[in-house]
């Protein structure tokens, strides 16, 4: 090919002044050259390499634009695993970590390499040769996803490692995130075409970061902050962790311009005051720091704890707080048709985000804090978790106590309050707009029947539309094929899609099925139980019809409460474990209602069908042991080690009480983890509970 060589030689020149200008830009914050100057070079290289496309490397700067969209990630192992970080809370866990640190080496104190904790989500680029070859999500630390075609579109990772020595291979860790002047845009923009607006940066950039479609990722401005490195092979890095992340810098990647090497316990402490001060004015969220001792031959010594090593920590920053003003209460309508009162605030910024709802929890809860429309109140929000009202700060002039309606805001059926319980509820039962809907969400949800592509807002859209009104409707979704191809942002392949998920959602599991039927009162533990127990729907149903035969009997024969009590909970429903008569109540009166029955029969006809239950098949080491979780964990969602924890025999529950027998407390935990304490109960951190989950798995 005449004049090839030159041609190749024109593409690696325009590809290495590309990189350079864009590190500047991206990277150092110094631009070259101008916009325009940019855009020249980069078109004359996009067009060389469309006469040439054998000139395209997968490191050429015009390969950021994104792929193909592929229909699923691929698993890949990390190279070595993605560990977590203990976390602590106060100075006095940080003084232990730093005593047991140094207790380990018999030293005084230690040097640490300090630094933000990026408030993102966890990224691992291979390099080989200096070349980037694969991007993988963190996944549970052993294994993540493949998704390098979307790295690939994040402005200021190297696709190439800068300089001249690069390993043979390298594996660098680091946070993506997305700045918060650039999380606003976004919403901006993703609110002005009818999306779907992200709660905050980390779940902007996590949701951008996981597209099967990369030039979606592409057209969302990430940022990938190096923290540290993983293997590495031919070569060998400097012992001092603060002395890695230069060399990090050294290949073009970003760091945050705040990391230092500090003294000991007192040189933790300073650092970490000084960031607290300066987190409320940065570009790009923080939720705490990470002190990382920064000598090799120290970290060595100490070594892990199960996921986490033994030399690193983070010490978070509080949950935030905020006073603003109580506008109204808003009443919803949730699937069992509780009345829940959500604040309308004076929109306000706190912990990341701007809040304008907080969750009141129930009338009990406002009357004990007496929060009344127009006062100022403190709102409070930590990591992820809805924005909750705190207390009263200073009571509103003229402010009006809240009341709760006497009639649903929905449907208009009237609202119960029953003595004793905290939580009001709308009659109307599947009457009720808003209870459908819910019950539709929770029917197609992904512990329910695992429906993809009928989510939360396709289901409001099509109750709305007239398309769905019961479960059954779901399945004859079919029917209106043209009707759904027509709408505005569908198309014959999503269409396609749904109705292929709906098809396949008809195989369920006798528990999933139970689970979705949203009796009140059963969760996912509950529906496990009770078809592990009643094998099918048939025997469920006729034990709850049974109850209620024998509540008739017991209301004419008993004398005593007592005398009640016993004739009801020998057998039948209360039989099953964590079945007591408020429970055995909901079941029955799900079952005596006619409308439910036609529910479940419809849903029948329309072909769902679940495996009968063997309930022995499975060891249950954990048989018979009730957990509490709270907090995050890092290498598990809460869902994720419910299912763990379930699998395994154990039951997961909500309130801890003498009976629990471990608390598993992961980042930010509640009071649940005083409470746990105050009563003598097992506390587990991350590191202990994946221990136990892995000696109980043997
Ligand atoms: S080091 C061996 N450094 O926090 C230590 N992690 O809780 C492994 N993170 O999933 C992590 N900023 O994604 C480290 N400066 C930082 C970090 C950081 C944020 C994230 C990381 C990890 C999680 C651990």
Redesign the pocket.
């Known amino acids: 090919m005449a004049g090839s060589s030159e041609t190749s030689k024109r593409a690696a020149q325009l590809a290495e002044q590309l990189r350079e200008h864009s590190r500047a830009y991206y990277v150092d914050d110094a631009p070259t050259i101008s916009d325009a100057e940019y855009d020249r070079l980069f078109r004359e290289l996009q067009e060389l390499e469309a006469e040439h496309p054998e000139l395209i490397t997968p490191d050429s700067p015009t390969q950021r634009v994104g792929a193909p969209p592929s229909d699923k990630f691929e698993s890949v192992d990390h190279a070595t695993p993605?560990?977590?970080?203990g976390?602590c809370f106060d100075d006095d866990e940080l003084a232990e970590f730093d005593r047991r640190a140094r207790e380990a080496v018999d030293g005084g104190a230690l040097a640490y390499c300090a630094?933000?904790?990026?408030d993102?989500?966890?990224l691992n680029l291979r390099y080989e040769n200096g070349v980037l070859v694969r991007a993988t999500t963190?996944g549970d630390g052993i294994t993540g996803e493949d998704i390098t075609p979307n790295a690939r579109t994040i402005r200021n990772l190297p696709l190439r490692l800068a300089g001249d020595e690069a390993p043979d291979f390298i594996e660098i860790?680091g946070?993506v995130v997305l700045a918060r002047s650039r999380f606003n845009a976004l919403n901006e923009r993703l609110e002005s075409e009818g999306q779907k607006a992200f709660v905050n940066p980390r779940n902007a950039a996590s949701g951008s970061l996981r597209q099967l479609d990369s030039s979606i990722t592409a057209r969302r401005p990430l940022a990938f902050m190096g923290?540290?490195i993983g293997r590495v092979d031919g070569m060998t890095l400097p012992s001092s962790l603060y002395e890695q992340l230069q060399q990090l810098q050294a290949w073009g990647f970003q760091i945050s311009e705040y990391v230092d090497r500090v003294q000991g316990l007192e040189g933790c402490k300073a650092y970490y005051e000084a960031m607290a001060e300066r987190r409320a004015t940065l570009d790009i969220e923080i939720d705490g720091c990470?002190f990382?001792v920064d000598d090799a031959a120290v970290r060595d010594e100490l070594g892990f704890v199960a996921r986490a090593?033994r030399w690193?920590i983070?010490r978070k920053f509080p949950a935030e707080e905020t006073t603003t003003r109580l506008n109204a209460v808003e009443f919803q309508v949730g699937r069992t048709g509780a009345l829940t009162p959500v604040a309308k605030l004076e929109p306000v910024f706190v912990g990341g985000v701007t809040v304008s709802n907080a969750s009141l929890h129930n009338m009990d809860e406002i009357e004990r804090k007496d929060v009344r429309i127009g006062d100022m109140l403190v709102v409070r929000r930590a990591g992820d978790v809805i924005p909750e009202v705190k207390e009263v700060a200073r009571r509103g002039e003229n402010a009006t106590p809240i009341q709760l309606p006497e009639a649903c805001p929905v449907c208009g059926s009237a609202v119960e309050r029953i003595e004793g319980e905290a939580v009001a509820r709308c009659t109307g039962g599947l009457v009720c707009a808003a209870q459908r809907r819910e019950a539709l969400k929770h029917f197609a949800s992904r512990r329910a029947l695992d429906i993809e592509g009928l989510g939360d807002r396709q289901i409001e859209a099509f109750v709305d539309e007239g398309l769905l009104e019961s479960p059954a409707d779901i399945f004859a979704l079919h029917s209106h094929r043209e009707a759904l191809v027509e709408r505005e942002g569908y198309g014959e392949k999503s269409v396609a899609n749904l109705l292929a998920s709906i098809e396949a959602s008809k195989q369920t599991t006798l528990e999933r099925f139970i689970f979705a039927l949203g009796i009140r009162e059963v969760g996912e533990t509950m529906a496990r139980d009770l078809a592990r127990h009643f094998g099918s729907l048939d025997n469920l149903r006729a034990e709850a019809e049974a109850y209620l035969a024998r509540q008739a009997r017991a209301d004419e024969q008993a004398d005593t409460k007592a005398e009640h009590a016993r004739m009801m909970s020998a057998e039948g429903l209360q039989a099953v474990p964590g079945v007591g008569s408020r429970v055995a109540h909901c079941i029955a009166d799900f079952f005596s209602e006619q409308r439910n029955l036609e529910v479940i029969d419809a849903l029948i006809a329309a072909g769902v069908v679940w495996q009968t239950v063997d309930s022995d098949d499975t060891p249950q080491p954990l048989a018979g042991q009730t957990f509490v979780l709270t907090g995050s964990m890092?290498s598990l969602t809460r869902d994720e080690a419910k299912q763990r924890i379930e699998a395994q025999g154990g039951r997961v529950t909500s309130s801890v009480s003498k009976k629990t027998d471990y608390v598993v407390a992961g980042d930010s935990p509640g009071s649940k983890r005083d409470k746990a304490e105050k009563l003598g109960v097992t506390l587990l951190d991350e590191a202990g509970f994946l221990d136990l989950l892995d000696k109980a798995g043997h």
């Not at 630094?115 to 990026?118: A, G, L, S």
């Open positions: 993605m560990l977590s970080l976390n630094e933000p904790k990026f993102g989500t966890a963190r860790r946070e923290y540290g990470v990382k090593p690193a983070a890092d």
